[in-house]
RNA sequence: GCCGCUGUAGCUCAGUGGUAGAGCACUUCCUUGGUAAGGAAGAGGUCGGGGGUUCAAUUCCCCCCAUCGGCUCCA
């Protein structure tokens, strides 16, 4: 007999050899119809893999991510069956489960696979699915499963089994389909109700260009058809709120092939919304007492030299440009801490004066491959809402704790609700790709893990994603819609400091190193803008939105009236414009609704008569009449609800 | 940078081996209208760029450029 002890502190004894489907049946049927996989004293496993030891067992089922992840898995070897049985001789690369869905990499030979064939491959799918075939687990030796791949003619399976040692390898054979994999998978196919390929792509073999280049099939499934459906309304939804449509659609930004590729212009609107966020932070850090500096677009090559940028991205940057007579070299600044450095290094620093806190809406730019700008998201040339915190190692948690209040006030005020915050630490194993001592980044690592705890974030470890120079917390916050998207980021940074020597006479008398803190909480205004557009498809908050107010009378009779109630309102500080254009009101309101107004104020001969606005909240509909100055006292309370919450 | 898709008016998109069309937007005029599109007229395109085939290319072929979807990379 094993003990299996479940989630819920209870411990049961079965025979040993019980799989978790058996344990499942033993609590509820309905559970067990529900059972997706297994986790095993922390390790995926079969649901219909026996148990020979004590463990701690969870059942995964589709409410896991975990239980998502080993369906989809399954649902790539799913679809290999159906390319197997629709083209013979197809091989195949790898097939992994992806946060939404899976993929798989196939050699169709000469055939070229075109989006039209999806819908073919989906139908055999379905079809193989409905059939409830067991995913079969086998474990082999390696001279079988290279005698087996070797039949089967599949090089790329082959290449990977070179890889792997005798006594870890497993088959897992489901129908007419065998494929080399670790698995763990779902009971059986039945399980996938519901099947939409997504897209089609060239992925390398392994990543590498050098290599052949494969056929990628995204893909997505569900238990359910609903669930499926739901999905495509949600895909359907992000198209809308694309960024790149919404920036053009409100006017916010472009770009320009005659200025560059991956080089935004800020349109008025854009520039107007883009402002009003730096003032709102800039306010918010003088508070909390950042001193504002300036530095400029370039810098000497040495700099980058001190800094260590050179040596490592300096093939990949935009090449320096040179002063015309002395030949001097100069790189469009790619980051702004460098400079933040010096500026630190201005004059000497006392213990007493630490912590300095330099910030700055530092533009910088970055070459990006061409493949890979994308929006506002990807771009060439940026501005960070930069800061460089100086401080002793001593100060380290204090100073990441009012980061974290600064970072969160400003989810707040843009109704970003949902986050986590990633803690990226040391590689356990691998010190030796790290700098700085022991010492430091065991005191750093404990105050970033006691900041976040004392905060009460919602945290994430992971182990070896800390940068060289030092562990960082980032925040994963999900927009309206579900997606992941990484916003700010706090760094704590040994490195620096040691290549600039930077220093500070402590209460010893002694000069001692000062740790830096790198930290930006939007990140860089136009990835912030990008993922607020779409976080709130273009409705703005009202202390943010460019245009608060269209106010439209109802003929160009009340022209002049509407301009006065423009002028009342601009004077309490709500920005707005009058619509006089030759167009019915229905028109107006149309457009204003359409270019996500918040609020119409619609002015005829009641309104000019009563000196009072019939307001129209966008999307809302009809508020009825009210005074000018109840509207603009209406604003203002909405707009300080929220940016005053602090 | 690599692979694939696409490129026609400001935007969304039709279309053709004989040098182009719609809707919206824009301009002018009519209309003075009460909560999501009033009417009429007009202007607007070297059909992404370059080369080739052809009597003739926006259309067919090649090369570039850019977009989009991925890959790789990301201080």
Known sequence: MINISLPDGSVRQVAAGTTALQVAQSISEGLARNVLAAKVNGEIWDASRPIHTDAHLLLLTWNDVDGKKTMWHSSAHLMAEALEALYPGVKFG?????????????DLGDHKLSSDDLPKIEKKMLELASLKKEYVR????????????????????????????????????????????RGPHIPNTGFVKAVKLLNIAGAYWKGDEKNKQLTRIYGITFPKQKE????????????????????????????????????????????????????????????????????????????????????????????????????????????????????????????????????????VYRYEQSGELHGLTRVRGFTQDDAHLFCRPDQVKEEFCKVIDLVLYVFRSLD??????????????????????????EKAEQSIIEAATEKGLRTVVEYGEAAFYGPKLDFMVKDAIGRKWQLGTIQVDYNLPERFELEYTGADNQKHRPVMIHRAPFGSMERFVAVLIEHCAGKFPLWLTPQQVAVLPISDKFNDYAKEVLETLQQLDVRGFVDDSNEKIGKKIRDAEIGKVPYMLIVGEKEAADKAVSVRRQGDGDKGAMPIAAFAQMVQNEVNEKLNAL
């Open 94 to 106: 790898i097939g992994p489960a992806l946060d939404n869905g899976f993929y798989y990499d196939v």
């Open 416 to 441: 970003f609700t949902d986050y986590t915050a990633q803690i990226s630490l040391r590689d356990k194993e691998d010190r030796s790709k790290y700098i700085g001592t022991d010492e430091n980044w």
């Open 138 to 181: 086998q474990e082999i030796s390696k001279i079988e499963a290279l005698g087996f791949f070797h039949n089967k003619g599949d090089e790329y399976k082959i290449d990977l089994l070179q890889n792997l040692n005798d006594g870890e390898i497993t088959l897992y054979s489901q129908g007419n389909f065998t494929d080399l994999c």
């Open 228 to 363: 499926l459906d739901e999905y495509l309304v949600m895909l359907e939804e992000a198209k809308k709120r694309d960024h790149r449509k919404l920036g053009r659609e409100l006017e916010l930004f472009t770009f320009s092939d005659k200025v560059g590729m991956g080089l935004p212009l800020w349109l008025p609107a854009g520039a107007a919304l883009r402002e009003r966020l730096q003032q709102f932070l800039q306010k918010a850090q003088l508070k909390a007492g950042y001193l504002p500096v300036i530095t400029p677009h370039i810098g000497n090559k040495q700099l980058y030299i001190t800094s260590g940028h050179y040596e490592k991205y300096g093939k990949d940057s935009f090449q320096p440009i040179r002063t015309p007579q002395e030949g001097e070299e100069f790189f469009l600044k790619p980051m702004n801490c460098p400079h933040h450095c010096e500026i630190y290094k201005s004059k000497p620093r006392s213990y007493k004066d630490l912590p300095v806190r330099f910030a700055e809406f530092g533009t």
